[in-house]
């Protein structure tokens, strides 16, 4: 035992160094008025976090975060479930198809981030090519304030679609093959044995995915800075994310003590929203059926 916890003593340090230190750095120089390159640092207790509540810009980004979160969660949960319950059939594409869709998860997001902007060009996309075709006019995906959230959100689910495909059937096939014979010798249809006895064992994977999706979600910056910075950035900042408002004050404004207290909202409502997920899990296990 004693050897198990000198073994794992260099993981433990290396991870309260990377990650519980700048952590707790944050979370004191969010009381600090500090400009990155002066010495001083006045203390300036709650104020960054009360000029959070007047600021245009941090509040359009919450915004956008949260409903660029939610849609994404949401669509790729429920479109990667059925997908995957399709897949788990026996077929001889079966592996080929999870591949196609699992190559999404494996590519970098810079250079996905580049063909989408491309795809979504206004004057040479591929994506309004496609339109013109069927006699539709070309739409600003990334210009359109309207527009380019959504744009977003459908790059983000396709992204992340295939690692919750995966996963999902990893559950689908570990299910026992008993449970649904039975089911079936009962009389119960493809419905309800999808519903009675796939659906709640796959309810830990199903809050795995949405709780790492949420994370992932609220942290969304590589594509928004990709994808809509230069000549394709949308009118009036409409796709400013969290991450992005917190790198622009942060390293462009140098204003790291207000930067700090937005990171910090950012990891009390992913930390909050974490904390809900397992108790709606819990409660939903809890209740007798």
Excluded at 228 to 257: C, E, H, K, W
């Amino acid at each position: 035992m004693l050897f198990c916890y000198v073994a794992l003593l260099p993981v433990v340090a290396l991870f309260f160094y990377v990650r519980i230190i700048p952590i707790g750095f944050s979370f004191l120089l969010s009381f600090y008025k500090w400009n990155l390159i002066s010495p001083r640092r006045p203390f300036v207790g709650f104020d960054n976090y009360l000029g959070l509540l007047e600021d245009e810009n941090f509040l359009l980004a919450l915004q956008n975060t949260t409903i660029y979160s939610f849609s994404t969660v949401a669509l790729s949960t429920a479109i990667a479930l059925p997908l995957a319950v399709f897949l788990s059939r026996k077929s001889r594409l079966s592996a080929f198809y999870q591949t196609i869709y699992f190559l999404p998860v494996i590519t970098p997001m810079v250079p996905v981030s580049i063909a989408w902007k491309w795809i979504y060009d206004y004057n040479y996309g591929i994506l309004n090519y496609g339109l013109s075709l069927v006699g539709l006019p070309s739409v600003a995906w990334l210009t359109d304030p309207a527009i380019a959230l959504w744009a977003l959100v459908i790059m983000g689910v396709w992204k992340v679609l295939g690692y919750n495909m995966v996963l999902f059937l990893v559950g689908i096939r570990n299910i026992p093959a008993e449970y649904l014979e039975a089911a079936s010798i009962d009389g119960a249809s493809d419905w309800q044995r999808f519903w009675r006895i796939s659906f709640p064992l796959l309810r830990p994977i199903l809050l795995y995915v949405v709780v790492t999706s949420t994370i992932n979600a609220f942290n969304v910056f590589t594509q928004v800075y990709v994808m809509t910075l230069g000549s394709q950035s949308a009118p009036g900042q409409a796709v400013r994310m969290l991450v992005f408002d917190i790198y622009t004050n942060g390293f462009q404004f140098f204003r790291m003590g207000y930067a700090s207290a937005e990171a910090v909202i950012l990891t009390l409502i992913v930390l909050g929203l974490t904390v809900i997920q397992f108790t709606l899990a819990r409660d939903k296990e809890a209740k007798p059926r």
